[in-house]
C-alpha cells in the first residue's frame, strides 16, 4: 500500500521501536507498515543477530543503544529522534493490515486529538484447558493502549517495564480519544521455553520497580498479573488483593483486578471464593467475557452444568463487542470450542438433542472432527435411538479423511448398537468397515459369529415348513 496523500501537513508518520534479536518477528511488522510510515526509528538495544541489518534493508534508522533495565528510557530515545508529527509505537512482533493502517491516516489527519487509545488485540497460545488438556490452542485477549500520539508534544514514557505514557499526556492536556484501530499482537503465542524467559525477565524488572515506587499501584498490579503467567498464584494474590481497592485504581482494571483473584481462588481450589471475586467484578461491568469464562470452569469443576451453560451462553453474547468500551481486557474465545463445551454441558444433563446441535455447530465452526466432539455426537444419537445419524456422522468423518483409531473404537460401538438391536446385516457391515481401518482381532470374531449368525437365520427362513 502506497502512502496516502495527507489532508493536512502535520499528517506525517514516524514508527517508532525497541528491539533486541528480533530477525523472527521483524520483517513481517516493518512489511505491515511501510505503506503509511514516512520514517522508521529502530533502536536495538544489543542484538546479536541479523535484526538490524533487515530493519536497514526497509530504509530504518537504527540507533544503537545500550540497555538500562528500562523500558521506558528506551522508548523515549526512540522518540528523541523521530522527526515526523506523529508518533506510532509498534514491537517486532506485532502487525497492522490493510484496513487498520487507513484508520491511522484517517486518524492523524484529524485536527481534534493529541493522542489514540488503540485496541491490541494478543494471540495468546495457552494450554487448552477447554478442550484436550494436551491441546493447545491460540486465543485472543484484546488490551487497549496509547500506540499513537503527537510528536513534539513532550510526552514521554514512564516505567521501567510495561511502560506508560498515560500520565504524561495527562499532564499535557492532551485531547485523548478512543479509536477502533487494533494491532495484532502475536509475540504471546511463542513457545513455552521463550514465554518464560519474557515472563522471568519482567517479574525482576517489576520487583525493581515496585521496590522503588511501593505506592505505584500499576507497577504492583503487573507484578501479580506476572505471578499469574508464572503461576505464582500466592505471590499473585498477595500483591493483587493489596491494590484492588485502592481509590485511584480506575473501574475496569478493579474489574480486571477481581478477575484474576478468582483465576488465583480457581486454581487452588476454593471454588466460592472464586466465584465471589468474579461476581465482584461483575457488579462493577457486568459484560466481562473474562468473568464468564472463570465462572464456567468452576460451575464444570462442581458439576453445576446448568449455570455452566449460562455461563458459556453469556460468553457467546458478549464477546461479540456489543459494548466494550468500558472493558480494559477483552477474551475472544473460538466459538467452535464454545459450542464444544455447551454440547458437553447438555450431554451431562441429559439433553441430547442440544448436545447434537452444538457438537454439529462445534465441527462446522472449525472443520475438526476431534475424538472427543465424535464421541459425544455418537453416544448421544445412541441414546436419543438414532444409530443411523451416529453412523452417518462418522460417514462424514472418514469422507473428511480421519481414519484413525477412534473411528474404528466408535464404528464398533455403532455395530453393538445395532446388534443389540437385532439388525445384523447394518452391524455387520459397520463392523466391517471398522475392521478394515484397524484390524482387530475381536472384531474379526464378533464378524464371524455375526456371519454365521446371518446365515443360519437365512437358512431358517427359507426351510421348508412340515
Known amino acids: 500500500m502506497s502512502i496516502p496523500k495527507p489532508f493536512s501537513a502535520s499528517a506525517t508518520l514516524s514508527l517508532c521501536m525497541i528491539v533486541k534479536n528480533e530477525e523472527k518477528f521483524i520483517a513481517d511488522c516493518l512489511r505491515s507498515v511501510k505503506g503509511i510510515a514516512n520514517e522508521i526509528i529502530v533502536v536495538d538495544t544489543g542484538s546479536s543477530d541479523k535484526t538490524a541489518q533487515i530493519a536497514g534493508d526497509y530504509k530504518a534508522k537504527i540507533v544503537n543503544y545500550a540497555w538500562e533495565n528500562d523500558f521506558a528510557a528506551a522508548r523515549n530515545e526512540s522518540i528523541r529522534h523521530a522527526t515526523m508529527n506523529w508518533i506510532l509505537f509498534m514491537d517486532a512482533d506485532e502487525r497492522l493490515d490493510d484496513e487498520n493502517s487507513k484508520k491511522i491516516i484517517t486518524a492523524i489527519n484529524m485536527d481534534d486529538a493529541d493522542a489514540y487509545l488503540v485496541k491490541l488485540c494478543n494471540h495468546i497460545m495457552r494450554q487448552n484447558e477447554i478442550m484436550r488438556q494436551n491441546e493447545r490452542s491460540t486465543s485472543k485477549q484484546i488490551t487497549k493502549s496509547y500506540r499513537l500520539f503527537r510528536n513534539f508534544k513532550g510526552f514521554r514514557f514512564k516505567g521501567r517495564i510495561h511502560e506508560e505514557i498515560s500520565k504524561s499526556l495527562e499532564l499535557g492536556d492532551a485531547r485523548i480519544r478512543s479509536s477502533d484501530i487494533i494491532i495484532d499482537h502475536i509475540g504471546y503465542a511463542s513457545d513455552e521455553e521463550t514465554l518464560l524467559k519474557k515472563r522471568t525477565r519482567n517479574m525482576e524488572l517489576l520487583k525493581i520497580q515496585v521496590e522503588e515506587e511501593p505506592s505505584n499501584w500499576y507497577a504492583v ?4 498479573q506476572t505471578y499469574m503467567l508464572l503461576e505464582m498464584f500466592s505471590d499473585a494474590k ?3 488483593e493489596g491494590i484492588v481497592k485502592n481509590v485511584d485504581v480506575p473501574i475496569d482494571i ?4 477481581y478477575n484474576n483473584l478468582g483465576e488465583c481462588s480457581f486454581k487452588g481450589n476454593d471454588y466460592s471464593e ?17 468473568s464468564y469464562l472463570i465462572l464456567s470452569r468452576i460451575y464444570i469443576a462442581v458439576k453445576n452444568f446448568h449455570k455452566a451453560i449460562d455461563a458459556f451462553n453469556k460468553i457467546l453474547e458478549y464477546q461479540g463487542g456489543s459494548d466494550s468500551n468500558g472493558v480494559a481486557i477483552e477474551i475472544n474465545i473460538d466459538p467452535a470450542i464454545l459450542n464444544f463445551k455447551l454440547g458437553q454441558c447438555y450431554f451431562n444433563i441429559g439433553e441430547f438433542a442440544k448436545t447434537v446441535d452444538h457438537i454439529k455447530s462445534s465441527i462446522l465452526l472449525d472443520d475438526n472432527y476431534s475424538a472427543e466432539r465424535l464421541g459425544i455426537i455418537v453416544q448421544s444419537f445412541l441414546n436419543l435411538g438414532r444409530p443411523n445419524d451416529a453412523f452417518s456422522e462418522l460417514q462424514a468423518a472418514m469422507d473428511h479423511g480421519e481414519n484413525g483409531g477412534h473411528i474404528a473404537s466408535l464404528l464398533n460401538t455403532v455395530g453393538d448398537e445395532w446388534t ?8 455387520i457391515n459397520v463392523y466391517n468397515i471398522s475392521n478394515k481401518l484397524r484390524p482387530n482381532e475381536k472384531t474379526a470374531k464378533i464378524l464371524d459369529l455375526l456371519n454365521k449368525h446371518l446365515s443360519l437365520n437365512k437358512k431358517l427362513r427359507t426351510m421348508p415348513a412340515e
Do not use: H, M, T
Not at 221 to 224: A, I, Q
Not at 420 to 427: D, P, V, W
Open 221 to 224: 498490579f503487573n507484578l501479580g
Open 238 to 240: 498477595a500483591c493483587l
Open 254 to 257: 478493579a474489574a480486571s483486578i
Open 274 to 290: 472464586a466465584e465471589k471475586y468474579c461476581e465482584k467484578s461483575l457488579n462493577l461491568i457486568n459484560n466481562q467475557v473474562a
Open 420 to 427: 443389540r438391536k437385532r439388525n445384523l446385516e447394518q452391524a
